[in-house]
């Protein structure tokens, strides 16, 4: 069974550093993509980062870039995703999923909350 399981969500204060972590298993993801969404309330859900199968390439939305850096590491059918999230500010205040995707698969996690306060 496919499981993407977020965890490190919670509260932080502007200006400070939260790390998420992705634990993805249940088969091979070693030639997935891995990424990081967020969705605020009322807002539509919106990409953030994203990391290719070898981890030698990484993406990033333009608000969280040189702030928010995406990893990956792990074997075959256990990979874990890390979103270090530096200097957040209020506006990335969201439920953080975690994404595997390759070519027109993909799998999504349930979500976890962090909120940015000043």
């Known amino acids: 069974q496919v499981q993407l399981v977020e965890s490190g969500g919670g509260l932080v204060q502007a200006g400070g550093s939260l790390r998420l972590s992705c634990a993805a298993s249940g088969r091979t993801f070693s030639y997935y993509t891995m990424g990081w969404f967020r969705q605020a309330p009322g807002k539509e859900r919106e990409f953030v980062a994203a990391i290719s199968w070898s981890g030698g390439s990484t993406y990033y939305a333009d608000s969280v870039k040189g702030r928010f850096t995406i990893s990956r590491d792990g074997l075959y059918n256990t990979q874990t995703v890390w979103l270090q999230m530096n200097n957040p500010k209020i506006d990335d205040t969201a439920t953080y999923y975690c994404?595997?995707?390759?070519?027109?698969?993909?799998?999504w996690g349930q979500g976890t909350q962090v909120t940015v306060h000043s």
């Open positions: 994404k595997a995707e390759r070519g027109f698969t993909n799998y």
